[in-house]
């Protein structure tokens, strides 16, 4: 696969969408978002989704010129509405007006309605950390998954994560949807034509399935069974119910549903560390506790005891050195609409020889 | 299994919890709690376990007449030292505390530290939910898993739950351990001297086991793998690096340290729905998300798709009418007590005749 720098990608991004009518200082987020994902390893909520956010600005389905308009004001609470603009530049900005009330109260909490997709929570978890506070995020999103017992698809693969700063040079990152697999990954066996692996998901009769195609229109399990259910709602709740957004399945699809609008709801809660402990003893007290993690005896055949967010952020290292690798599907895509919006981008020249 | 009124055994519980120095009204809460749990069907976090909370009492290892200190006040965040007093009352205490800073600014967060192991999640769950809040509150506990990759205890089974109110006459709740089973239900297999499913624990030498007492010995394995891993991780450091309490394999154990007192560390966040939403709105939200779900098309096999909360509260609606389910151990136990501290009870009198 090709590798290419950071900044040739985040550019090529940012004036595609540019091009679509996101305004400049927008677009350089929504960029920044994507290839952070890459960047991370996440290419499943990276470039490779570009295509389809463009399709659907152009289908008139995400206002490229959205406002954040601030619905409810309450204390340390903001409630949002994205007013259908793309997912990753509203979230950001309105976690750029928690932060202030994070510091002032120690805690804030915001819910956005009339989003997107928003992208990996990983990029706004890694923003919050290196401000040394504390992220609780979730969102919803298209139906995938149904409720323990049933077969309809309902909740999304409904994400959680939450970061917190450390003195490592990595924050520890928890990110994870509450399906046994990220939905990305059945999208990116079914773009391969590659089988998945039994116990990910059901198909729309409610048997199981190994068929990519077959999975996507019928549901991902819940990890964990009843656990992963129960955390599912709580995303809903938090992120759907008290966001003001679409909730379950009446979430759009931004692959299926290129008719409407996705409706997304998100939910953020902040932490300032100061506000609980001294920053300081905070950060010794993090540290002697990834120390000792990471110096458990280890289970035969195991190298090393990872901690959450550290293979992220060493795959990041490694991708900021080396390139970020961009499949040829997504260069293609990239290309088709670099030459539909006559933007002039030499792929070959930019591309890493490492 | 004998059935007893709820208000017996509350009084009964109260009346040995006082007879070990525990004031008065102290005494009325942590029986509240402890009969709360076997009320929803949890007996593993109740009264089964007075026994042990009167011998630590004894032993000096929980302090019963322990004030609760705010230690730090900023803005809409607690920061408690629960003075190694009994964690139902402080918790209990903390949260009413909390309440307050959750009306006024939306948002209030709270860590509670030098607590002991507290119950089960739901009795505090309950509680908020009942007063229009929602919950979300974490413990980390006593060392029983090991990070992905180890086989070292380090990790309680560090539980996570979240309440919402509902216009149904129940709360939804999320209540879950991080591990694949709570621990209590590996105790309560070796109390019955049963074998325990495989794929719960793995043994000292990280192999996996079916013994239940090799199992406490060893580890307990993550619930979903990795993703357990991270969460458990996210509990332990809200609950326990932020907190101020001990960490990890710090933690002392209720049963297996007799010797030095617990150190658990707690974590509340509480949400004031009107902050976010209009409340007659987010009940109609919130009814018709749970009326969506409960009409899912069903698996083959399946009655009826349940909402998270929804089994416990129907559990709790028999056991108010036709008693509680006390174990014959559980029984001995309390016997054993009453006549130690001289406390009179006729456990033959107030037994339910259904």
Redesign the interface.
Known sequence: MNRYPKEALVSIVAQLACGMGVPQEDAALFAEALVDADLHGVPTHGVSRLNIYLKRIEAGLIEPKAELAIE?R????L?FDAGNGLGQVQARRALDLLIPLAR??????A?IRNSQHFGALSWYANYAAAQKL?LLAMTNGEPAM???????A?FGTNPIA?S?PTGKGFP?K???STS?VARGNIIAAQKKNEPIPEGWA?DRE?KPTTDATEALLGTVLT??GH?????A??V???S?????AA???EVGSMYKNLDRKQDVGHFF?L???????DYGE?LR??D??ID??KA?????G?D?????GERSARTAAVNLTEGIPVSPETLAELEGWCSRLQVAFNFREVVCRP
Chains 1, 2 share one sequence.
């Open positions: 409810r309450a204390g340390s609470v409630a002032q109260n120690g805690v804030a909490a819910t504390v149904s409720p323990a017992g049933g077969y309809e309902f939450a917190f520890v928890i990110d994870l046994v059901l409610g990890m964990a656990k992963g259910y129960a955390l709602m709580m809903e709740l938090f759907g119910v008290l966001s003001g909730i379950g399945a809660c932490f300032d560390v100061q506000a609980f402990f905070y007290r993090m002697e506790t000792r993690i458990s005896k280890k289970r035969a195991v090393e005891i990872l901690v959450p």
